[in-house]
């Protein structure tokens, strides 16, 4: 008997874990896309209308300086001639404070901009936060942007080797069907 209400207590709890870790739906590919208005590492705001009238590459990452968040802004950093050559601009966004931002930003050497989503809304408007209760972390997910501020393209599932080059590609043939 203790087993089995030892096994509908974990059932309940999973449940409850997985309606509290559901983050809203991701905005779909040709919709607009959310606005924003979030501090930097050195609380300067920036705001989705910031950059209207250029493509932008709006990545959520989960925690500053961890080993793939880390792989990920590495590669953009590296990237950042290729992407500014295609008229594009980078913003990462977690749920980090300014302050951390500032520290990771700093030790990578960083070109583009950290956003703090303290309070974890625009990361849910985005369908990219997981909310445990008290532990807020954003999905590693990145919304390519069009100069009318609309999706272009979202990546859920992202590999952060070779991520970077894959927003470079897609930025490439997305250009070039416009021109067509």
């Not at 040709?30 to 709006?58: C, E, I, M, R």
């Not at 990219?128 to 390519?144: Q, S």
């Not at 859920?156 to 897609?170: C, K, M, W």
């Amino acid at each position: 008997m203790l087993k089995i209400i030892a096994a509908l207590v974990f059932i309940a709890l999973a449940v409850v874990a997985i309606r509290i870790a559901y983050a809203g739906p991701t905005p779909e590919p040709g919709s607009q896309a959310p606005a924003f208005t979030l501090p930097d590492a050195k609380q300067q705001n920036h705001s989705l209308k910031d950059y209207a009238g250029q493509w932008l590459v709006l990545y959520f990452y989960p925690k500053d300086d961890t080993p793939g968040c880390t792989k990920e802004a590495c590669s953009f950093r590296d990237d950042m001639f290729q992407l500014e050559k295609l008229g594009a601009k980078v913003v990462g966004i977690s749920v980090d404070d300014s302050a951390s931002h500032a520290k990771f930003a700093e030790k990578y050497s960083l070109p583009f901009p950290l956003l703090s989503d303290a309070d974890g809304k625009t990361a849910d408007s985005y369908g990219a936060l997981t909310n445990l209760g008290i532990i807020k972390i954003a999905k590693r997910y990145t919304y390519l942007i069009d100069p009318k501020g609309r999706i272009a393209k979202r990546y859920l599932s992202v590999d952060t080797s070779r991520h970077s080059q894959e927003i470079i590609d897609d930025l490439k043939q997305l250009q070039k069907q416009a021109q067509s």
